[in-house]
């Protein structure tokens, strides 16, 4: 096993002031989804392979600083059959190289690239194995599959390149200045049997490539669209958390449905896949606890606060790390928010204060004043938004799961289990309230579809009302 070495300050340079004015210049690139490379301190890029061009274009993509700790896997008995393209790749690209059907049996095959990996670098997946005919998607080899099940951390970026099987083919020596275009998905981060994680990743080359057709054929870029936020509302002993739950599967039959609960899960094809603890999550959910030992509302506010402020950025890598269709959460960062506030300034909370909260939290109102009488009334919100987390997530769509205080209590009571400072009839009938009127204000000034649901029913009950209006919302049907 060997580490790797850094691409040079020299070759560095050269790939700044040579390589790229001349792939700009020869071949043309246009890049969609350059984004979903942003703030990413670590990654592994996979591509489909035509030509030796592919590395040049996915060099041409990386930001500057990315190219030193970047790496291709390549093969070395091909590139070293010629000296001075082994020469000029291995000065070039400084690649992880492989002998392809030959792994080392009293080693780890995928030594020297968990090696750069763990040591910060980026590396280059052709998960093809070797260039395939000009224009056709061969079947991935279980290889990277293999790979991602000892590295499930490291976020994997997808690339659909198309141009290059025509610029400059396999077994031609004749290089056309024929335009060419990447299409960069979203980051993945995969777990489970590696031959699930390896048919996954084909499949998202797969739709890359379709959306590429679509784009050519439409003549206008491809714009991936967000994923519809599902928030179910409800007290405690609402049972949010189970009905949430069995709606984001019956959801998943026909759509790649994440769900943000007491656990993080995904469902597709109605069922439920392993998914990686992300460290947010393990953060989220030591705090949580925390707060749930709090023994008065005093010693709850703060750990609370920073649970919901977890979760919504928990929603935001639920997004981009899994790429679901919809996702569907168990209570909203948000919404939630508003409605504990009635726990400590009940006596204020109007409709009117609470659609201002929404507009200052949301970041949707921004041209609120400093001196604002809402700071003095709130003095988190002027926190919130000096610290830059005055953005969290407005829902979607909304369902509440509205019981009496006192059914909540005696379904608390009937688990056996430890009550948490806030889970008495006063206490709950106040954020009842509060819910009520978070629905009412969302409904009439943010035009948020909004269902409140007689939660005294069975569960199945309140489970297929939730699923129904879900799935009759436009743009988010199932």
């Given at each position: 096993m060997?580490?790797?070495?850094?691409?040079?300050?020299?070759?560095?340079l050269?790939?700044?002031?040579?390589?790229?004015?001349?792939?700009?210049?020869?071949?043309?690139?246009?890049?969609?989804?350059?984004?979903?490379?942003?703030?990413?301190?670590?990654?592994?890029?996979?591509?489909?392979?035509?030509?030796?061009?592919?590395?040049?274009?996915?060099?041409?993509?990386?930001?500057?600083?990315?190219?030193?700790?970047?790496?291709?896997?390549?093969?070395?008995?091909?590139?070293?059959?010629f000296?001075?393209?082994?020469?000029?790749?291995?000065?070039?690209?400084k690649?992880?190289?492989?002998?392809?059907?030959?792994?080392?049996?009293e080693?780890?095959?995928?030594?020297?690239?968990?090696?750069?990996?763990?040591?910060?670098?980026?590396?280059?997946?052709?998960?093809?194995?070797?260039?395939?005919?000009?224009?056709?998607?061969?079947?991935?080899?279980?290889?990277?599959?293999?790979?991602?099940?000892?590295?499930?951390?490291?976020?994997?970026?997808?690339?659909?390149?198309?141009?290059?099987?025509?610029?400059?083919?396999?077994?031609?020596?004749?290089?056309?200045?024929?335009?060419?275009?990447?299409?960069?998905?979203?980051?993945?981060?995969?777990?489970?049997?590696?031959?699930?994680?390896?048919?996954?990743?084909?499949?998202?080359?797969?739709?890359?490539?379709?959306?590429?057709?679509?784009?050519?054929?439409?003549?206008?870029?491809?714009?991936?669209?967000?994923?519809?936020?599902?928030?179910?509302?409800?007290?405690?002993?609402?049972g949010?958390?189970?009905?949430?739950?069995?709606?984001?599967?019956?959801?998943?039959?026909?759509s790649?449905?994440?769900?943000?609960?007491?656990?993080?899960?995904?469902?597709?094809?109605?069922?439920?896949?392993?998914?990686?603890?992300?460290?947010?999550?393990?953060?989220?959910?030591?705090?949580?606890?925390?707060?749930?030992?709090?023994?008065?509302l005093?010693?709850?506010?703060?750990?609370?606060?920073?649970?919901?402020?977890l979760?919504?950025?928990?929603?935001?890598?639920?997004?981009?790390?899994?790429?679901?269709?919809?996702?569907?959460?168990?209570?909203?960062?948000?919404?939630?928010?508003?409605?504990?506030?009635?726990?400590?300034?009940?006596?204020?909370?109007d409709?009117?204060?609470?659609s201002k909260?929404?507009?200052?939290?949301?970041?949707?109102?921004?041209?609120?004043?400093?001196?604002?009488?809402?700071?003095?009334?709130?003095?988190?919100?002027?926190?919130?938004?000096?610290?830059?987390?005055?953005?969290?997530?407005?829902?979607?769509?909304?369902?509440?799961?509205?019981?009496?205080?006192?059914?909540?209590?005696?379904?608390?009571?009937?688990?056996?289990?430890?009550?948490?400072?806030?889970?008495?009839?006063?206490?709950?009938s106040?954020?009842?309230?509060?819910?009520?009127?978070?629905?009412?204000?969302?409904?009439?000034?943010?035009?948020?579809?909004?269902l409140?649901?007689?939660?005294?029913?069975?569960?199945?009950?309140?489970?297929?009302?939730?699923?129904?209006?879900?799935?009759?919302?436009?743009?988010?049907?199932?």
């Amino acid at each position: 096993m060997s580490k790797p070495e850094k691409i040079s300050w020299s070759a560095r340079l050269l790939h700044v002031v040579f390589l790229r004015p001349i792939v700009r210049i020869i071949f043309g690139v246009n890049i969609i989804g350059k984004e979903n490379l942003d703030k990413l301190e670590q990654f592994i890029i996979i591509a489909n392979h035509n030509s030796h061009l592919d590395i040049a274009l996915l060099y041409f993509l990386l930001p500057i600083g990315y190219i030193a700790r970047t790496h291709p896997v390549a093969d070395l008995p091909h590139f070293s059959k010629f000296r001075i393209v082994f020469s000029l790749v291995s000065f070039f690209f400084k690649p992880i190289w492989v002998t392809r059907g030959k792994p080392d049996i009293e080693d780890d095959p995928f030594g020297d690239i968990k090696s750069a990996l763990s040591l910060g670098h980026n590396v280059i997946i052709f998960p093809e194995g070797t260039r395939g005919e000009p224009g056709e998607l061969q079947h991935f080899k279980s290889g990277i599959g293999r790979l991602m099940t000892q590295c499930p951390d490291i976020p994997i970026v997808p690339v659909f390149i198309t141009g290059p099987e025509r610029a400059l083919p396999r077994k031609s020596a004749l290089i056309l200045p024929i335009w060419n275009s990447l299409i960069v998905g979203p980051p993945q981060k995969c777990t489970g049997e590696h031959r699930q994680i390896t048919k996954r990743l084909e499949n998202v080359i797969i739709e890359l490539a379709n959306s590429e057709s679509a784009r050519r054929h439409k003549r206008r870029p491809h714009e991936r669209k967000r994923p519809k936020q599902v928030a179910f509302l409800g007290i405690d002993g609402s049972g949010k958390s189970t009905i949430s739950s069995s709606v984001a599967k019956s959801l998943s039959v026909e759509s790649r449905v994440g769900l943000v609960s007491d656990e993080l899960r995904f469902f597709e094809h109605g069922e439920s896949e392993h998914l990686q603890p992300l460290a947010t999550e393990k953060i989220r959910h030591a705090i949580g606890g925390y707060s749930k030992k709090a023994k008065s509302l005093k010693f709850y506010k703060i750990p609370k606060l920073t649970e919901l402020l977890l979760r919504d950025q928990l929603l935001g890598m639920v997004r981009r790390w899994y790429s679901p269709d919809l996702v569907v959460m168990d209570g909203s960062p948000l919404l939630n928010l508003l409605a504990w506030s009635s726990l400590y300034k009940g006596d204020i909370m109007d409709n009117a204060v609470c659609s201002k909260i929404i507009g200052i939290v949301s970041g949707r109102v921004r041209e609120t004043k400093r001196d604002d009488p809402i700071y003095a009334l709130f003095p988190e919100l002027a926190h919130l938004k000096r610290l830059g987390l005055a953005k969290l997530s407005l829902p979607d769509i909304v369902v509440l799961i509205d019981i009496k205080p006192e059914t909540a209590c005696g379904r608390i009571d009937s688990r056996g289990e430890h009550k948490q400072v806030h889970e008495t009839v006063d206490k709950l009938s106040r954020l009842r309230d509060a819910y009520l009127r978070v629905c009412d204000v969302i409904r009439e000034d943010w035009n948020v579809p909004t269902l409140i649901i007689d939660g005294e029913q069975s569960k199945t009950d309140v489970a297929t009302a939730g699923y129904e209006f879900v799935n009759k919302t436009p743009g988010v049907e199932a």
